[in-house]
Each structure stands twice: as structure tokens, then as C-alpha cells.
Nanobody, 121 residues
């Protein structure tokens, strides 16, 4: 599975960004797709995930109601719409995939994108 993120950037607090993750390779290996983020000096944390078979989604408490994860099966692209951004959302955002049901542990994912930086000031 290959994952390529795009869409990061700098935005003022209260603004919005949309991240994209385009996937290729073994479709079985990306049944669960997820967004993680990592700020300097902090552990990588799960932000949101989606089970691509039925589009069931889960969100971290810190982003629920502000972020929306979605998946377009036709283009094999996952999105993260981020609204009402806060400075504490600043981090490198990573796309990840695994064949098994989604978890919140980064160590459970074997496929990762290169990351895209989000900076909120």
C-alpha cells in the first residue's frame, strides 16, 4: 500500500483546511484508513479513522465536531476536512492504513504516508 498526503499549510485560528490521502496498492491492506498527527516532542496520536467497507467513522475527542473524515472509493482518496482550527491542531499529519479493523495505536498500522504539515497561528 502506498499513501500520499497533500493539502497541509498555514492558516489562522478559526480557519479551515482539507487534507487528502491518495492510496494505491493492495486494496485489502487499506480497509481501515486513518489520520494521525504528531507535534514536536509529542507522541503520534490518532485523529480520525474510517472503515472503508461501510464508511464507519471514529474521532478523537479533541477534534470531534470540528473535523470530518471521508473516503471516496472511486478515487481511492481519503479526506480530512478540518474546520475551526486551533493552534493546538498544529502538527505533522499522517495518513495510515491497515487491513484489520481500525485502532488508535500508531504501532498497529504498517502503511504510512510521508506526512503533511499543518500550522495554525
Amino acid at each position: 500500500v502506498q499513501l500520499v498526503e497533500s493539502g497541509g499549510g498555514s492558516v489562522q485560528a478559526g480557519g479551515s483546511l482539507r487534507l487528502s490521502c491518495t492510496a494505491s496498492g493492495d486494496i485489502e491492506g487499506r480497509r481501515c484508513m486513518a489520520w494521525f498527527r504528531q507535534a514536536p516532542g509529542k507522541e503520534r496520536e490518532g485523529v480520525a479513522n474510517i472503515w472503508t467497507a461501510d464508511h464507519t467513522t471514529y474521532y478523537a475527542d479533541s477534534v470531534r465536531g470540528r473535523f470530518t473524515i471521508s473516503h471516496d472509493s472511486a478515487t481511492n482518496t481519503m479526506y480530512l476536512q478540518m474546520n475551526s482550527l486551533k493552534p493546538e491542531d498544529s502538527a505533522m499529519y499522517y495518513c495510515a492504513a491497515r487491513p484489520q479493523p481500525c485502532t488508535w495505536s500508531a504501532g498497529d498500522f504498517r502503511s504510512w504516508g510521508q506526512g503533511t504539515q499543518v500550522t495554525v497561528s
